[in-house]
């Protein structure tokens, strides 16, 4: 595996697959706004708000826990940030594309192209190599049909993989089979798979959940890391509240659909979380 590695890395690297560290995201000092809405509100029905006029910004390069007890809207609010639920009132700026109920098409494709995604479950194609299932991240670009395994895919998609597998230190496991590997190892594969684009904004639902305490903690310290290292703006759902204010810069809490706490990681204290739970 490790001269697979070398041979893959020998060959050249098209900018438009691993883009460097963008200018002004370094840092959150006076960063860009990278995602914004105002007055968002989402319902399935009028008697049921979800959401209730969310105003929130977050800025290019951020790491944000966004935290809150079950039906406080948190992953709903992901899934309205990006077009996958349609918004029932206010407005979503995603990386300069701005929409109301859904984002048009052009918008949608341009959105996810830019985004990374980490689920609760690894979601990963158990019978495939994990190079492959890392591969499977250029799904959505141009010739993307080619990502459906690694031995079709372009030596730059394969080259990109095998560096998020390193970055991962999972690059010695790239041709076993995923479902070979264990849980930890497994999210660390989706994370690879999250990041092989470099996009410029992560979203992780719940990431460390199905995992134990100290391959969560692991999984958490590693992908956060790897946003701060890159440059990419990181929002995440947690209910462990160390890992929302060890792994984040700022810890935005919702209740009742409402933000009810916004403040630096490490201004938030124990009071606040117990009346960001309490009913």
Not at 16 to 32: D, K, S, W
């Amino acid at each position: 595996m490790p001269d697979l590695l070398e041979d893959t890395r020998s060959g050249l690297l098209p900018e438009n697959v691993i883009t460097p560290l963008r200018q002004g995201e370094e840092t959150t000092n006076g960063a860009a706004t990278i995602l914004a809405t105002s007055d968002l509100r989402k319902y399935y029905d009028r008697a049921t708000p979800v959401l209730q006029g969310i105003d929130l910004s977050i800025r290019a390069g951020e790491r944000v826990a966004l935290i809150g007890s079950n039906g406080s809207g948190k992953s709903t609010l992901l899934k309205c940030l990006i077009g996958i639920h349609p918004n029932s009132g206010g407005r979503v700026t995603v990386m300069d594309h701005s929409f109301s109920r859904l984002p048009d098409a052009g918008q949608r494709r341009n959105i996810r192209r830019s985004t990374g995604f980490v689920f609760q479950k690894h979601c990963l194609v158990r019978r495939r190599t994990v190079l492959s299932n890392v591969v499977h991240g250029m799904l959505g670009t141009e010739g993307s049909w080619r990502g459906f395994s690694q031995a079709i895919a372009p030596e730059a998609w394969r080259l990109a993989a095998l560096e998020a597998l390193s970055e991962v230190n999972l690059e010695s496991f790239a041709l076993r089979r995923a479902d070979a590997l264990s849980g930890g190892q497994q999210q660390r594969v989706a994370i690879a798979r999250a990041l092989v684009r470099r996009p410029r904004l992560l979203i992780a639902d719940e990431p460390a959940a199905s995992l134990d305490p100290v391959s969560g903690r692991d999984v958490m310290e590693l992908f956060s890391r790897l946003c701060k290292q890159h440059g990419i703006t990181l929002l995440f759902t947690s209910h462990d509240m160390a890992h929302a204010r060890e792994f984040s810069d700022r810890v935005v809490a919702l209740r009742q659909g409402r933000i009810f706490l916004d403040r630096p990681s490490a201004d938030v204290t124990d009071r606040d979380l117990q009346e960001t739970f309490d009913a």
